[in-house]
C-alpha cells in the first residue's frame, strides 16, 4: 500500500514536496512514479524512477519537479519548485513490483496565481 502526502495550497512560484510511503520495501519495486489529474483532464504521468535510479520526467515539469526515493524510509518524493497554477491537480503515487501495482491515494496540490 502507498500513502501519498504533502499536498496543499500554494502561491504561483512556491514550493512543495510530496511524499509517498510504502507499507513495504521499495527497494523491490521495478519503477516508482508520480501521477497527477487537474479537473476535466486524464491522469498523465509527472515523474518516474526505476530501480538503478533513471528517472524521466513530463516535458511541462522537466527542470522544475525532482523525483527521488529514500529506501531505508520506503518512500518515494516530488520535490516540486517554481509551482505554476497549471500545476493545480490530485497527484497520486505509483509502483510497479514484479508481482503487482499499487495506486496511492491522491493528494491535492493547488497553485494560486
Known amino acids: 500500500q502507498l500513502q501519498a502526502s504533502g499536498g496543499g495550497l500554494v502561491q504561483a512560484g512556491g514550493s512543495l514536496r510530496l511524499s509517498c510511503a510504502a507499507s513495504?520495501?521499495?527497494?523491490?519495486?521495478?519503477?516508482m512514479a508520480w501521477y497527477r489529474q487537474a479537473p476535466g483532464k486524464q491522469r498523465e504521468l509527472v515523474a518516474g524512477?526505476?530501480?538503478?535510479?533513471?528517472?524521466n520526467y513530463a516535458d511541462s515539469v522537466k527542470g522544475r519537479f525532482t523525483i527521488s526515493t529514500d529506501n531505508a524510509k520506503n518512500t518515494v518524493y516530488l520535490q516540486m519548485n517554481s509551482l505554476k497554477p497549471e500545476d493545480t491537480a490530485v497527484y497520486y503515487c505509483?509502483?510497479?513490483?514484479?508481482?503487482?501495482?499499487?495506486w496511492g491515494q491522491g493528494t491535492q496540490v493547488t497553485v494560486s496565481s
Open positions: 524512477i526505476t530501480s538503478g535510479g533513471y528517472t
Open positions: 505509483w509502483g510497479r513490483w514484479p508481482s503487482d501495482v499499487y
Open positions: 513495504g520495501s521499495i527497494f523491490s519495486a521495478r519503477v
